[in-house]
């Protein structure tokens, strides 16, 4: 999705149509990318209207999000988010 290699440590199975919604086909993205996407769609969503990378790409928050991220390192993760998430989950 952003034309970047993926290190093996960073790789994530995309399903186009979710599991659950009767989904088998997968792309291998960044696990950076497979998150941005589900952060943007619903499940639905992506089963309807986005069930490929070409209209997942056509999505401007997506492009967004690819136009920032295409500049990062390959293996280059969201720690600060991460490190969010843990914090709150300490609460």
Do not use: Y
């Not at 399903?15 to 009767?22: A, C, D, I, T, Y």
């Not at 967004?64 to 843990?86: C, H, I, L, Y």
């Amino acid at each position: 999705m952003c034309e970047r290699v993926i290190p093996e440590d960073q790789r994530d199975e995309h399903h186009l149509v979710p599991k659950s919604k009767g989904g088998k086909n997968t792309v291998c993205l960044h696990r950076i990318c497979h998150e941005q996407i589900h952060s943007i769609f619903t499940d639905a969503q992506l089963a309807k209207k986005f069930s490929t990378i070409e209209a997942i790409l056509e999505h401007p928050a997506v492009q967004t999000f690819v136009t920032w991220v295409r500049n990062k390192p390959p293996g280059f993760s969201d720690t600060a988010k991460e490190s969010r998430q843990s914090f709150h989950r300490g609460r």
